[in-house]
Every structure is written in C-alpha cells, then in structure tokens.
C-alpha cells in the first residue's frame, strides 16, 4: 500500500489490451478524478477476466482501505492487481489483507511495499533521483515491479512514480506521455502484453515548491529527470525477463517515418529467429536484414547499414560480417550491446530495449501453470 | 529441376518480404509472362542480399539450363534458390550443377528432385490428388520444400504445384490466390517471413482435356482438389517444424470483420506464451485470453467462447477450465488438436495451423550459424 498524507495529483496509463483487469478499469474510472491518495496492491491473484464479481471486489477492497485510512473518498484510493488470472479473488484473504497493510504502513516502509509487489522477479527494482523545482527541491522516488511481460501470468507490469514535488496535472501528464516511448513501451521480453499493466504518476506537493507547469523554466530538466528514471528502471525490468541472458538496445534511425522506425525496431525485437541468434552470441546479420524487410517499413535494402556496437556487419546493404568476424563475435558475446540499423530512408528513429529468447524462457514458461 | 515438354500456363505468389531473394525478383519479372517451361532450383546458397551480382548469376544459371534444355527463350525458365543469405552464390558450381541436372533429367524423377529441394526438413512433402477436367482427368501434383519459416537461413517455403490440366490463366491464379489463405497463408512456426518463399502453380495441358476456366462447371472442383492438395501439404511443413511437438488448428470465429479475425488469429499463433503452453501441454486459457486482448481486433471479452476440440474452457468470458481440467488436459496433451475461439461479433472467420514454441526449437537456432 502507498499512502500520500494528502491528495495527490496523478496521471497514469494503463494496458491497451482490450482484455483489461477489473483494477485497471477501475483505476481508469478514478484517475479521470486527477487526484490519488492512496494505491493497493496485491499479489496471488491479477483479478482479470473476473466479470462484475471482480469489478465489485476492486471496489469493495478501495472502500475498505479508505475506511481504515481515514480517507473521505474511496475514488481517491487506486486497486492494482498481478497473478494468476481468470480466477475469482478470495473476498475474506484479500480484506484481511488491507487491514494488515493499513496496520503496518510506515514513513520507512518503502522497501517493504517493493518487497511485496514482487511475484517473480529475481530483484527489485527501482530508483531515487532528485530533481530540480523552484523554491525548494522535490524529488522523485519509483516502485517498479518487473512482472510485466516477463512474468506473464503472475504477470504484470505495475509502475508507481513519487514525487513530494507540486506538479500540475498537465505537466505530470507531459512527462509521463513523453518519457513512455523510451522506457515502458521499449521494452520487450516476448511482446506479451498484459491485462493489468499500469505505470502511475503521483505528485503530492509536500516539497512545497513553486507549481511547476510545463512553462516553467525547470520543467525540462524535472522531466529529463523523471524519463531518465523511467528508463533506468525499464532496462531493470529487460534485464530481468525471464531467462534472460543479454539485454539488447535494437535502435533503428534513418526511417522515414516514427512509425516506420518502430515497425523495424519492433519486428527485431520480437523476432524468434533475431531473439535466439542474440542468445546463441551470433552476430547473424541476415536474420535482423530479414526481419527489416518484412517489418512493413518502407526503404531500400541496398541502402542498409548495421552496426554491432561499432562493428559495421553489413555496409549499403552488403553483408561484411565475415571481414570483421572476430570483433563481431566479441560484441554479439557481451551480456549487453547495441545493435543499430540505419536505413537512411529519413530522420526518424526509434529504440527497443529486448531480451534473448533462451532455452530457460521456455522452459519456465511451458512448465509454469498459474 | 522442374521441366515441362511444353511451356505451361503458370502462377505465383512470392514472398512480400522487402529484402527478396535475386531469384525472386527475377521470378516476378518472368512470371509476368505467364509461362513457365523449367525451374531450376538450388539449396546451399539463398542468393539473398547478394546485390546486382546475384540477379546476374540468377541469369546466367537460367539462360544455361534454357541453353541446354533445348528451350529457346532463357524467359521460359524460372529459379529458386534456398539456403545461406548474404553470401556470393560460387558460379562454378552452379553452373556445374546446371549441367548435371539437365543430364539427369528423367520423367521418373520425381521423388529425386523432392529429395534435391530438402535442407533442414525430417521428411519430404509432397501430394498427388486427381481433380476432375471435361473430356479427360487432368490431374495436380506437387512438390514441397518445408523449409521456409522452419529452417529459416537454409531457409524457404517453395512449392511447386504441377497439373498436366489444359487451364486458363485467370483459373489458375483463382485457385492459387484463393487457397493461400488457408495453406501457405495459414501456417505459423516462429512468424519469421523469409526472402525466398516461393509458392508456383504450373499447369502444361499435356492431359487435353478442354480448357477449363472460372467458368467450367468442373472449376469449382478442381480448384477444391489444389486448395486441398496445399492444405495438407502446409500442414506437413508445420508438423516439421523445427523442435515442434504439436500442430494446434487455431481457429477464429464470429469476428466483425476478416482483418479481425486474422489479428486474433496472428496474435495467438505468435505469442510466446501460447505457443510454450501448447508446448507444455497447458491448456492455460488465460494466454489465449490475452493475446486475442491485444491483438487489436474489436470484440467485447464477456461474449467470448473458447474450445479445445469440443472441450469448452472459456464460456461466455468467464474461465471454467477448472471444471473440466480433466478433459482439458487430455486434450491439450495430444500431439494435434483445434483451439476455437468465439468471438460473437459478427461472421468473419480465420484459421492458423501452428507449431509449439519448445526448447529444441531455441537450441537449433541458437547454435545454428549459417
């Protein structure tokens, strides 16, 4: 349970799969509010595909943890939920549940409420920056679990952003939308997309600072601050996909439209064939060339650059690999690299942050039963 | 290598790959012609992403095989290659090749050109079916090479469909673009689109039975035995597919429109998640769920119907596999079953034929370089 001492202003964006969590469509009911003081969480049980029965529970679990906190509006309270799905939510479990959260919440109890949104990630994940604002300095702190598309039962990607700074709705809303293409929606373990995914921005203004619009002068730099803190938690969340052993940044550039550059890098990033020559260390050109061509975007093949870090591997739509073999096989070695594509089609460009396919991703998730 | 007494009357479907195969862009060029007397085919080496030079080799090897053929126009003779991409077809070879096809050209040799078309495939595929023509049987035969989207470097779909039937051209490219859809169209191993696929539907008249066209009263019937004939013949490229398990018919009914039902049909066949629980024998309703949630066809979740075979898992949005677990599993456990999904939001129809996502599948194509 995350808990504001006031109401705070918020911003969120939810899954796009039309299959959505009760939480997450009570969640979009209460964030049209704008104002967010407390958000519950539980784990076991995603609450999705649950019909009314699940919609009645979310609200039901909220009212309860408004009572108990004190809070006068239950829209002010947010439910988020990751588990198993298509399952009834145990009623008398999940309500015993927020009575001992409401009875442990602590000023310090940052780590503990990490700790509890974890299904099966290996590691926490979240970070700590400060960032600039007027007057006096807010910062921003994020919980993120690394469920998501990782974990994908259990299997959500939930992502809680604080801030003790006053933001104003359009700047937090500014923020969120701009830093999104770069870090949550960049990612992709196996291009899943869950029903509960929820990444939610909360302002509440204690650092007393001068409201920070998006004309303010600090603006830019709070922002920088809050994407910066998106991505380093999204890769976080790539280098724990399930199984994972490398942690690919696929980055397309040249394309003619944003689009076309997110066609490219998308079609790479879920490619089986790319996916399994990243876990096998292959610097495999043709699979990516491959996945280019029928990735839907328009450009000339024969123009095609890429580049393993700063190894080029294929040159005006050549393959060269085998000149620069060595170098090549060291880079597509390392736990992390670059892969770049050029198309030189145009100026648009687009960035995929991907894990390898791996014997051990299939393993978990052919043997795993939720 | 494929040779006809005559020039027949010939379609085709190529891959809609961008990066296409030299061979492929010259077979377009020639197709446009609309006859076909010889294929020449060669496995080793896909002259993909091999510039101007391999559209001059490609050339080079059909005006040779037309020279020794005895075959007057070079424009008669159509290639194919399989195998690595990005690397210079050896000419010497090839041409050697060439020359040694021709010498064992035989009316026998059937099962030796199959034999000469197959990479990485456990089986030959092929088919013979009689289909009925006015005045005297033509009949179709064919040839398949299951590589394509399973052994995806060495790696092509191509199929040739030959009838001695005396067929129009507007007939045969009617019986060809009508039948994809639900053969070479329908089938999914890892979503990967090669450069090279090929798909070429020959018909020499050498039967004389009466010109059959979209008019003949016999069309319907003959068209039914091609799209037959290649419907059982992508079936055996899914059932080869690379480290595959399980064929699963996934079927997508009650969809608004066509385009729905193949997003949702697509979105099922390329998940990771399902086709690891197809793996596992899991019949895990929940990734089903998902993956039609995001695939971005319009339906409403709680009218929608899930079967394996005729085990209902999924009734009326609401999950019961539990309540058939037993039966369930059964199914999810044979080495072929049909998951149908309702979505009761209109009439529109798809159908994928689909291979599991195993181990065995990650380890060949992680250790495998071409």
Redesign the interface.
């Known amino acids: 349970m995350i808990v504001s001492d006031a109401p705070a202003t918020a911003v969120a964006a939810f899954?796009?799969?039309?299959?959505?969590a009760a939480p997450v469509v009570l969640g979009q009911e209460r964030l049209r509010g704008g104002r967010v003081q407390a958000v519950l969480v539980n784990s076991g049980n995603a609450n999705?595909?649950t019909?009314a029965d699940g919609l009645a529970v979310a609200r039901e679990m909220t009212a309860l943890a408004a009572a108990r906190l004190g809070i006068a509006d239950a829209r002010l309270v947010v439910p988020s939920s990751t588990g198993?799905?298509?399952?009834q939510v145990p009623r008398a479990k999940l309500r015993r549940g927020v009575r001992a959260a409401v009875a442990q919440l602590s000023p310090d109890g940052f780590h503990d409420a990490l700790d509890g949104i974890m299904t099966t990630d290996a590691f926490p994940k979240f970070g700590v920056r400060q960032a600039p604002a007027r007057r006096t300095a807010g910062h921003g702190r994020r919980a993120g679990e690394g469920a998501g598309m990782i974990a994908?039962?259990m299997a959500t990607l939930l992502v809680y952003i604080l801030t003790d700074a006053h933001v104003s709705r359009p700047a937090l809303r500014r923020m969120l939308m701009d830093a999104l293409p770069r870090s949550f929606n960049a990612i992709v373990v196996?291009?899943?997309?869950?029903?509960n995914d929820t990444v939610l921005l909360l302002a509440n203004g204690a650092a007393g600072n001068r409201l920070l619009t998006p004309r303010s002068r600090q603006f830019g730099a709070f922002a920088a601050v809050i994407a910066e803190l998106m991505r380093a938690v999204a890769r976080m969340v790539v280098t724990d996909g399930e199984g994972a052993t490398r942690v690919i940044d696929v980055v397309v550039r040249g394309a003619r439209t944003p689009a076309d550059a997110a066609r490219v890098a998308d079609a790479i990033a879920?490619?089986?064939?790319c996916k399994?020559?990243f876990?096998?260390g292959?610097p495999?050109?043709?699979?990516v060339?491959?996945?280019?061509?029928?990735?839907g975007?328009?450009?000339d093949?024969?123009r095609l650059d890429v580049h393993l870090d700063d190894v080029q591997i294929?040159r005006r739509?050549?393959?060269v690999?085998r000149a620069v073999e060595r170098r090549a096989n060291r880079v597509a070695a390392k736990p992390a690299f670059t892969l770049t594509l050029d198309l030189h089609a145009g100026r648009a460009r687009a960035e995929r942050m991907v894990s390898d396919?791996?014997?051990d991703?299939?393993?978990f998730?052919?043997?795993?039963?939720?």
């Open positions: 899954t796009t799969n039309r299959v959505k999705a595909y019909g198993r799905i298509g399952v994908p039962h196996d291009g899943d997309m869950s029903t879920r490619s089986p064939l399994t020559a876990y096998g292959d495999y050109a043709g699979r060339v491959c996945a280019a061509g029928y990735s975007a328009r450009f093949p024969a294929v739509g050549v393959e690999v396919l791996t014997v991703y299939v393993r998730n052919s043997d795993y039963r939720t």
